[in-house]
């Protein structure tokens, strides 16, 4: 079992940066593919960002492709997503996932979830 604690959202003006982190329990960290999602209301979920447990491969969503930045800590057990060059359209409920994978990126399929945090872009 896997159970994930999101921090760090906020109220931000377009074109500011946001860092949200993400805190995981559980013996076997790094053994986890780590995601972050976004739900905006009205749209369906969206795949942000993944890590895979040893940090080497990272995969992310063409809408923030070179504006976030996901790290990982393992012995913090920690997960991080950096926004700069925010813009209104990211506004949405962010979640982090966990998945048990081979040093994958899957965008889909993730069995544990936090249970969000809001970041409103102001225009």
């Known amino acids: 079992q896997v159970q994930l604690v999101e921090s760090g959202g906020g109220l931000v003006q377009a074109g500011g940066s946001l860092n949200l982190s993400c805190a995981a329990s559980?013996?076997?960290?790094?053994?986890?593919?780590m995601g972050w999602f976004r739900q905006a209301p009205g749209n369906g979920q969206e795949f942000v960002a993944a890590?895979?447990?040893?940090?080497?491969?990272?995969t992310y969503g063409d809408s923030v492709e070179g504006r976030f930045t996901i790290s990982r800590d393992n012995f913090k057990r920690t997960v991080l997503l950096q926004m700069n060059s925010l813009k209104p359209e990211d506004t949405a409920v962010y979640y982090c996932?966990?998945?048990?994978?081979?040093?994958?990126?899957?965008?889909?399929?993730?069995?544990?979830w936090g249970q969000g945090t809001q970041v409103t872009v102001s225009s």
């Open positions: 996932a966990a998945v048990r994978t081979r040093n994958s990126t899957p965008q889909s399929g993730y069995d544990y």
């Open positions: 890590i895979s447990g040893s940090g080497g491969s990272r």
């Open positions: 559980g013996r076997t960290f790094s053994a986890y593919t």
